[in-house]
């Protein structure tokens, strides 16, 4: 699957970033991306997209990253809206309190489906004992002495 994400360069405290267009299995190191669609350089706040070519992408497939997604709409190369890039494993009190509430409503919803009276249980034919045969002694076969 083809992704748009961000190819950092620049010296160490000096970043900048290429937008490029990727295999999302495969390490951007060394170049090896499919084509570079822009330019950001966050110190400067220079940003240089080719919105022609990142159309063509997203219609063939290719899914932004997250911070490349929202991006684009500040951009206003695409519409929608942008997604929460910092906080991926942190919930907010008011998340938690909202996951918690949904959470108690489908509980309370399932203790008051009506029982369905319950089915008399089958009886089975007793199972056939098995018959236990003896161990068979095997015989040692007693090479000659050389």
């Not at 497939?61 to 809206?81: C, F």
């Not at 509430?101 to 203790?111: L, M």
């Not at 249980?121 to 076969?141: D, G, L, Q, R, S």
Request: charged residues 35%; hydrophobic residues 40%.
């Amino acid at each position: 699957m083809l992704v748009i994400r961000y190819f950092r360069i620049g010296k160490k405290n000096q970043p900048s970033f290429k937008i490029v267009v990727t295999d999302q299995r495969m390490p951007i190191r060394g170049g090896r991306f499919v084509e570079e669609v822009g330019f950001s350089d966050p110190i400067k706040k220079k940003k240089i997209l080719n919105a022609e070519r990142i159309k063509y992408w997203i219609a063939k497939g290719a899914q932004p990253s997250a911070s490349i997604h929202n991006l684009l709409i500040s951009q206003k190369i695409i519409e929608g809206k942008k997604i929460d890039v910092h906080n991926k494993k942190k919930l907010t009190e008011a998340e938690k309190k909202a996951a918690a509430a949904t959470a108690a409503t489908p509980a309370a919803k399932a203790t008051e489906v009506p029982k369905v009276p319950a089915e008399a249980p089958k009886v089975e034919a007793p199972a056939e004992e098995k018959k236990i045969e003896p161990p068979v002694e095997e015989k040692k076969i007693e090479s000659p002495a050389t």
